[in-house]
């Protein structure tokens, strides 16, 4: 069971690009499809952690309006952060997952149980994730990456009625047919992968892609 999801900034909850106004601050573009996930994440139960190697007032506001768990800035060696932190907190690797993008994430994403990254992280990362995200970093990689972990867990649809009872101003309703199909596919996959490699993993990872691609163009052509 995941207690802890740590989280990227840059590249992942953010498309890495790096923007200022005329006065020199420093601007981010979050997406709000990840903002739903974190409260996803939360209220099923799971905290949440943003770790990242620079400082932005931005990052500040965005956790504090998604009341995210723990915000830690300027972390410029991620695996010693973590493992004091999850040592400090009686977390064991299997309690955590981690969500990156980029070479400085990998030495943490050792640490961790599960790992995920956005579809566009760098080479080593793809290759030592365990779950690909169809979207982009900024672009909903973080929501897909909360998706997974609670499909795996079997509370996802738990997780949504709990969303539903905080109130959210998000409109789950709109999703929950395509969660349907998504747990009806996503346990034909389990089952195929059980014992296999990683290699088969990611690729059965893929091959759902597709099909999920497919069955949303034809969800959208009956609206």
């Known amino acids: ?22 006065t020199g601050n420093e601007l981010k573009k979050f997406a709000i499809k990840d903002g739903a996930g974190i409260v996803l994440a939360r209220a099923a139960g799971m905290q949440v952690m943003i770790c990242t190697g620079r400082e932005c007032e931005a990052v500040r506001r965005r956790a504090q309006d998604l009341h995210i768990d723990y915000l830690f800035q300027n972390v410029h060696d991620k695996a010693a952060f973590l493992s004091r932190f999850m040592a400090e907190h009686s977390l064991t690797k299997q309690d955590v997952a981690y969500c990156g993008d980029d070479l ?6 050792a640490l ?11 080479g080593p990362v793809l290759g030592r994730a365990d779950f690909i995200c ?16 609670l499909l795996l867990t079997h509370t996802f649809l738990t997780g949504c009625e709990d969303v539903r009872r905080m ?18 596919y996503r346990m034909i996959l389990l089952r ?8 088969e993993y990611r690729e059965l990872n893929r091959v759902y892609a ?7 163009k034809k969800e959208g052509e009956n609206h």
């Open 1 to 22: 069971m995941i207690r802890l999801l740590v989280l990227d900034v840059d590249g992942t909850m953010t498309d890495g690009g790096v923007y200022y106004d005329s």
């Open 104 to 109: 400085n994430d990998l030495t943490a994403m």
């Open 112 to 122: 961790c149980g599960f790992v995920a990254c956005p579809a566009d992280a760098a």
């Open 134 to 149: 169809r979207a982009k970093g900024g672009e909903g990689a973080v929501r897909g990456t909360v998706e997974e972990i």
């Open 167 to 184: 109130d959210t101003t998000e409109k789950v309703e709109q999703f929950e047919s395509f969660l349907q199909e998504q747990v009806k």
């Open 192 to 199: 195929r992968i059980s014992g296999g490699s990683a290699e």
């Open 210 to 216: 597709r099909e999920m691609e497919m069955l949303e």
